[in-house]
């Protein structure tokens, strides 16, 4: 089956930019979309279409892509952001079909 | 504003079933898919299947499929998801989430999540 894959954790002090990466074989055709999870909460949608940011979403969130790799990246990262992030995209078939990523820890120092 | 509102957290026994509804509001529930992700505790998120409540079209992942099902009641703008032959390993939060598209399915928003524990 079809796998994204993230590093396990990030971290990064106040201020600075964390970057999360996301491969999979099918990303230079399929468009990926980036979710923020804190604990006890539903995820939250931060990028949508590899690199589009959802009205309310801070600016300091941004994404990318390149290849079979795809990249969220914070900004002037605030303790407010530390939570858990996850890629999601489909396989290359580009049915009905989700994949999530495995998941990266960002901790704020 | 759009919202989607779970049922509340329900223990069940091995080899039992479970139905986890999913209210939505704010919006035009037949113009948009529901979705189904669960989420054991530590790990991280799995999706389950997804339904077109318009037409009652449904596609489930391989993992899943012949142990759930999603169901719609239209009048009352409600998506179910009952999976059966429950097993330790399906305790988990289950979510809903509306499915939307823009050159790609993606999920927005999520429902608040419902924990399901099996235990005998």
């Known amino acids: 089956s079809y796998e994204l894959t993230q590093p396990p954790s990030v971290s990064v002090s106040p201020g600075q930019t964390a970057r999360i990466t996301c491969s999979g074989d099918a990303l230079p055709k399929q468009y990926a979309y980036w979710y923020q999870q804190k604990p006890g909460q539903a995820p939250v949608l931060v990028i949508y279409k590899d690199s589009e940011r959802p009205s309310g979403i801070p600016e300091r969130f941004s994404g990318s892509s390149s290849g079979t790799t795809v990249t969220l990246t914070i900004s002037g990262v605030q303790a407010e952001d530390e939570a858990d992030y996850y890629c999601q995209s489909a396989d290359s078939s580009g049915t009905y079909n989700l994949v999530f990523g495995t998941g990266t820890k960002v901790t704020v120092l | 504003q759009v919202q989607l509102v779970q049922s509340g957290a329900e223990v069940k026994k091995p080899g039992a079933s479970v139905k986890v509804s999913c209210k939505a509001s704010g919006y035009t529930f037949t113009s948009y898919d529901i979705n189904w992700v669960r989420q054991a505790t530590g790990q991280g998120l799995e999706w389950m299947g997804w339904m077109n409540p318009n037409s009652g079209n449904t596609g489930y992942a391989q993992k899943f499929q012949g142990r759930v099902t999603i169901t719609r009641n239209t009048s009352i703008s409600t998506a179910y998801m009952e999976l059966s032959s429950l097993r330790s390993e399906d305790t988990a939060v289950y979510y809903c989430?509306?499915?939307?598209?823009?050159?790609?399915?993606?999920?927005?928003?999520w429902g608040q999540g419902t924990l399901v524990t099996v235990s005998s």
């Open positions: 989430a509306r499915g939307q598209y823009s050159s790609g399915w993606y999920l927005d928003p």
